[in-house]
């Protein structure tokens, strides 16, 4: 059993920035790998980031490629995704959860997600 927990949501202004942590405890961490997902109101749970355990593989939905950076520290049990030049499009409540084999952007290859945290960019 792996527990995840994200933090670093906000407010922001559109254009501004903000990197969310997801810190982990249970399973070895470096064992697996990480993705992001987001999941706006009446809107299905979608694709952001992926990393693999060793951090060596990286992989971003179109709409966030150029913009968000997915990253690890194996050593303090923590992926991070740094998110740039933020749209009014980007709010959502952002979820991490541990890759537990099959596609990378399918949710339904992920177990163990955190409780989300809210991530809001005014225009």
């Known amino acids: 059993q792996v527990q995840l927990v994200e933090s670093g949501g906000g407010l922001v202004q559109a254009g501004g920035a903000l990197r969310l942590s997801c810190a982990a405890s249970?399973?070895?961490?470096?064992?697996?790998?990480v993705g992001w997902f987001r999941q706006a109101p009446g809107k299905e749970r979608q694709f952001v980031a992926f990393?693999?355990?060793?951090?060596?593989?990286?992989y971003y939905a179109d709409s966030v490629k150029g913009r968000f950076t997915i990253s690890r520290d194996n050593a303090k049990n923590t992926a991070y995704l740094q998110m740039n030049r933020l749209k009014a499009e980007d709010t959502a409540v952002y979820y991490c959860?541990?890759?537990?084999?099959?596609?990378?952007?399918?949710?339904?290859?992920?177990?163990?997600w955190g409780q989300g945290t809210q991530v809001t960019v005014s225009s």
């Open positions: 959860a541990r890759h537990s084999g099959g596609t990378y952007s399918d949710r339904r290859s992920y177990r163990d």
């Open positions: 990393i693999s355990w060793s951090g060596a593989a990286t």
């Open positions: 249970g399973r070895t961490f470096s064992n697996y790998g």
